[in-house]
C-alpha cells in the first residue's frame, strides 16, 4: 500500500516553525517508507488541511495517516481531527488518524535532555537533585490539557530538587506565580524549561516578557537563573511520530 504520513500543526506566522516543521518531515522520510510526508496547518498560515490531503493525493496514495502534531489533547487537537476525517470522507480517501504526542513516555525524556544541555552550556554547579525546575506550558480552557501537562510534569519529579509548573495563558498558575513557588524554597539554581514544539511568537516573545517581568517583580540578584531551548528539531520527535503512526495503522490492520 502507498501511504502518506500528514502531520497536521497548530500554525504560526513565524518563518522558524514553519522551518522546523520542515525539517522534521525530511527526517522522518528518511527514517521511513512513506511515499510522501509533509505538514500543514489547521489555521494561521497555510498550507490548510485540505491542502495538505490534497498534496498527499497527488502523490498517488492509497491512504493518509494523519499525524495531530500536538502536546496537549485540547481543543485545537480536536477541531483537527474533526475536519481531517470531514475532508477525507468527502475525497473517498482513506485515513487513519494517530493519537497526539501527550503522554507518551519520551516527552519527559526530552524535557531531561532540555534541562542537561542547558546545565553544561552554563556549566551549572549544582546537581540534578539540587536543581529546581520550572516547566511552562501554553494553557488551555480544556481541563484534559492539563492533566496531560501535569502528568508528565509529574515524572519529572524523582530527578530534581523541586519541579513546579505554570501556563502562558488560558489557566492558573501563570509565569509569575510558578516563579514565586520555586523562589519560596529557596533554590539553589532556577531551570526554566518552556513546553512547547516550535520557536513560534510565544517562544520569541510572550514567554521570554512573562519571565522577565517576574524575575525584576521578585528581584532576583543571587539566584542563577536558566531558561532551556524549546523541544525544536530533535531524533526522539521523529521516533515518537513514527511510534505513533505505527500504533494507529497496527489498530485499523
Request: hydrophobic share 40%.
Amino acid at each position: 500500500m502507498n501511504r502518506a504520513l500528514l502531520l497536521i500543526d497548530r500554525g504560526s506566522r513565524e518563518p522558524e516553525a514553519k522551518e522546523e516543521l520542515s525539517q522534521l518531515c525530511t527526517l522522518i522520510k528518511q527514517e521511513s517508507e512513506y511515499v510522501y510526508v509533509g505538514h500543514c496547518f489547521l489555521e494561521v498560515i497555510p498550507p490548510y488541511i485540505e491542502e495538505g490531503i490534497n498534496t498527499c493525493i497527488s502523490n498517488n496514495v492509497d491512504s493518509i495517516t494523519v499525524m495531530p502534531y500536538f502536546l496537549y489533547p485540547g481543543m485545537k487537537l480536536k477541531d483537527s481531527v474533526k475536519k481531517t476525517a470531514k475532508i477525507c470522507y468527502d475525497k473517498k480517501i482513506k485515513v487513519v488518524i494517530a493519537k497526539p504526542l501527550s503522554y507518551h513516555t519520551t516527552l519527559n525524556s526530552l524535557i531531561r535532555d532540555r534541562i542537561s544541555f542547558t546545565r553544561e552550556k552554563n556549566k551549572i554547579v549544582p546537581a540534578d537533585s539540587k536543581c529546581d525546575i520550572l516547566v511552562i506550558g501554553h494553557g488551555s480552557s480544556d481541563k484534559s490539557a492539563r492533566t496531560a501537562f501535569v502528568h508528565t510534569v509529574n515524572k519529572l519529579k524523582p530527578y530534581f530538587r523541586s519541579v513546579a509548573f505554570c501556563f502562558l495563558e488560558l489557566d492558573e498558575p501563570r509565569i509569575a506565580n510558578g516563579i514565586e513557588k520555586i523562589i519560596s524554597s529557596n533554590p539553589n539554581a532556577m531551570i526554566i524549561v518552556p513546553y512547547f514544539l516550535h520557536k513560534g511568537a510565544h517562544i520569541k516573545n510572550d514567554v521570554v516578557k512573562d519571565i522577565k517581568f517576574a524575575l525584576t517583580k521578585y528581584n532576583l540578584k543571587n539566584i542563577p537563573v536558566y531558561i532551556t531551548e524549546h523541544f525544536g528539531v530533535d531524533p526522539k520527535l521523529v521516533n515518537m511520530v513514527l511510534e505513533r503512526a505505527k500504533e494507529a495503522e497496527e489498530k485499523v490492520g
